[in-house]
């Protein structure tokens, strides 16, 4: 059964941080295409940050320098940790996982599993 579950959200003041974790089941995560997408109520989901298997990342220009993805393939958990988070970045938070599509990407049509999601409120 291949599942995807998020955690590690909350609310927050503006300037503070948080770390989402994701740990996956009935997979290896070093093999996939993995990445975080966000939903903000109102608006469609956005990609945030994704990372292929040799570790490399990429990231949507509005959290470049403030948030940084990373995985343990022993754990099989991806991790998003959010430093200086602002008003704009709440929403809710999806784990996600696909095939590496050939390029770096962050559309969502890529990925074919995906967790219920962690909420992320700044105030």
């Known amino acids: 059964h291949v599942q995807l579950v998020e955690s590690g959200g909350g609310s927050v003041q503006a300037g503070e941080s948080l770390r989402l974790s994701c740990v996956a089941s009935g997979f290896t995560s070093s093999s996939v295409y993995m990445a975080w997408f966000r939903q903000a109520p109102g608006k469609e989901r956005e990609g945030v940050a994704a990372?292929?298997?040799?570790?490399?990342?990429t990231y949507t220009y509005a959290v470049q320098g403030r948030f940084t993805i990373s995985k343990d393939n022993v754990k099989n958990t991806l991790y998003l940790q959010m430093n200086s988070l602002k008003p704009e970045d709440s929403a809710r938070y999806f784990c996600a996982a696909g095939f590496w599509p050939g390029v770096p990407s962050l559309t969502a049509t890529f990925f074919n599993t995906w967790g219920q999601g962690t909420q992320v409120t700044v105030s």
């Open positions: 990372i292929d298997t040799t570790g490399s990342a």
